[in-house]
């Protein structure tokens, strides 16, 4: 697994409105600590006074780390989007991952990391 530091460019797929949701958690979490994260909702919005983003497609810079929140279904569609646009490392949070996103990350070359939490991985507190 690469090197995650403040600096390197991230972005959180799944960030709710909602702040009991754990996408609102993460990105708030990263955001306070400094990180640079870039949030994602298709219907886009604002959490920490920060601007999300509607799709991967619209960040810039482009996220070396994609950290998904989302139901394995939709991952499947931001591991697509993300090897369209060169993302090669996808941190899956406990609940995105399934057998079919794995085989498919395989076939597109794009490093999943699963099994652990950023939060607890990362330290964030």
């Known amino acids: ?3 995650i530091t403040k600096e390197t460019p991230l972005a959180v797929v799944g960030v709710s409105q909602n702040p009991e949701k754990y996408g609102h958690k993460i990105f708030k ?3 306070a600590a400094g990180y ?11 959490v920490s006074e920060q601007e999300l ?10 996220p070396e780390v994609v950290i998904s929140v989302v139901p394995p279904q939709i991952g499947l ?3 697509k989007e993300a090897h369209d646009l060169g993302i090669t490392h996808i941190w899956l ?3 995105a991952e ?13 490093t999943l990391t699963t099994n652990a939490c950023f ?6 507190w």
């Open 36 to 46: 640079a994260v870039t949030g994602i909702n298709p219907k886009g919005g604002t």
């Open 119 to 124: 939060m607890i991985r990362e330290r964030l």
């Open 53 to 62: 983003a509607t799709s991967l497609a619209n960040v810039t810079p482009k």
């Open 98 to 110: 399934s057998e079919e996103l794995e085989k498919l990350a395989d076939e597109l070359n794009i």
């Open 1 to 3: 697994m690469q090197k």
């Open 29 to 31: 979490d990263l955001v």
């Open 93 to 95: 949070q406990p609940g």
């Open 77 to 79: 569609e931001v591991l």
